[in-house]
């Protein structure tokens, strides 16, 4: 995370513009950092991969995905 305090603004001008996107893009939390979530419910990331889908075409705010492997921290 940034201790910048305009990164904080636009990510929060991000996560307002995609409240409602969520229905357009059928479910997909497209304001949500997922590897934050997965940390948060008590996993450690071992391997992370970060990719666009598709990886051509025009920017969508649902193209970012990540994939890899995480384990459940024993320290909760």
């Known amino acids: 995370m940034s201790d910048d305090p305009a990164v ?7 996560a307002r513009f995609c409240v409602g ?10 304001g ?6 997965v940390r948060d419910a008590g996993f ?5 991969h970060r990719f666009r889908f598709p ?10 995905h990540v994939r890899g492997t995480a384990t459940r ?3 909760r």
């Open 8 to 14: 904080g603004f636009l990510r929060a001008d991000v």
């Open 21 to 30: 996107l969520d229905d357009l893009f059928d479910g997909c939390q497209t």
């Open 32 to 37: 949500l950092d997922t590897v934050t979530a």
């Open 44 to 48: 450690t990331v071992n391997d992370l």
């Open 55 to 64: 990886d051509t075409g025009p920017p969508s705010p649902a193209a970012p």
């Open 73 to 75: 921290r024993t320290d």
